[in-house]
């Protein structure tokens, strides 16, 4: 998935999503499984919201992502942040040569921008890969509530000074997927706004399908949760989050 022009709106767009709690929630996994100082590699780390603030916290971080415009909006980000994040530029499909770590994220729903269950094993496995023993594998994904209740058939709209936005979501051709038509006006230094489309297609699966998966590739489940949560899993959850370790 590349995100074009979308990449350099992305951190305005999303001003009010809770990067601190996805921080917090990685960070107190990690405590428990006593990996307080270990390495971490972040997979589908976008314009490095969390793998910057995992930085600044101490750990040595490696991130990854399809974008080459969300890591240009990362890496220079990091830079200001005074951040010490290594990024690369690959296909979580396909992860190779990035060394092993105790820690592996995947978060802010980028598991969810894979097409079928045969992307979902070879994206665990080559994870698995790239894990120490007993490291640990923590990912979050939409939950089948979010997309058919919350996103498919409704639209969402902003109308800022500098950037507004359409956003009309539609249930895709497979089961329990979105397809995002996003358009965006944005001004420019003439005070005319320029507009920019986006397609993005989402998908999830029943919470026994991230199972087997994770069973398949060689992981034990360690939790599944809801929202944040460290022990509860509410049926109307709106994100599922799933750790795992290798085996």
Request: aromatic letters at 12%; a negative charge.
């Amino acid at each position: 998935m590349n995100y074009g022009k979308f990449a350099y709106l992305y951190d305005e767009l999303m001003i009010d999503a809770p990067y601190d709690q996805w921080v917090s929630f990685v960070l107190k996994v990690m405590n428990a499984n006593g990996l307080e100082t270990g390495q971490i590699l972040d997979v589908g780390c976008g314009t490095g919201n969390i793998a910057i603030p995992l930085s600044k916290k101490g750990l040595e971080v490696t991130a990854v992502d399809l974008s080459e415009e969300m890591l240009f909006v990362a890496q220079e980000k990091s830079v200001a942040a005074g951040a010490k994040v290594q990024f690369f530029q690959q296909d979580m499909r396909e992860l190779e040569g990035l060394g092993q770590y105790d820690t592996i994220v995947s978060l802010c729903d980028s598991i969810n921008y894979l097409n079928n269950e045969a992307e979902l094993n070879a994206t665990f496995s080559r994870v698995r890969e790239h894990l120490n023993d007993h490291g640990l594998f923590i990912f979050d994904v939409h939950s089948i509530h979010k997309i058919e209740k919350v996103f498919n058939g409704n639209t969402f709209a902003h109308n800022g000074e500098d950037i507004s936005y359409i956003w009309e979501c539609f249930a895709g051709v497979e089961p329990h997927s979105v397809e995002h038509d996003l358009s965006f006006f944005v001004r420019n230094m003439k005070g005319l706004y320029e507009r920019y489309d986006e397609f993005h297609k989402q998908r999830t699966y029943p919470i026994e399908v991230y199972e087997q998966a994770l069973q398949k590739a060689g992981f034990k489940l360690v939790s599944i949760t809801g929202d944040f949560s460290l022990k509860l899993l509410n049926k109307d959850a709106e994100r599922w989050f799933f750790v795992a370790q290798r085996k």
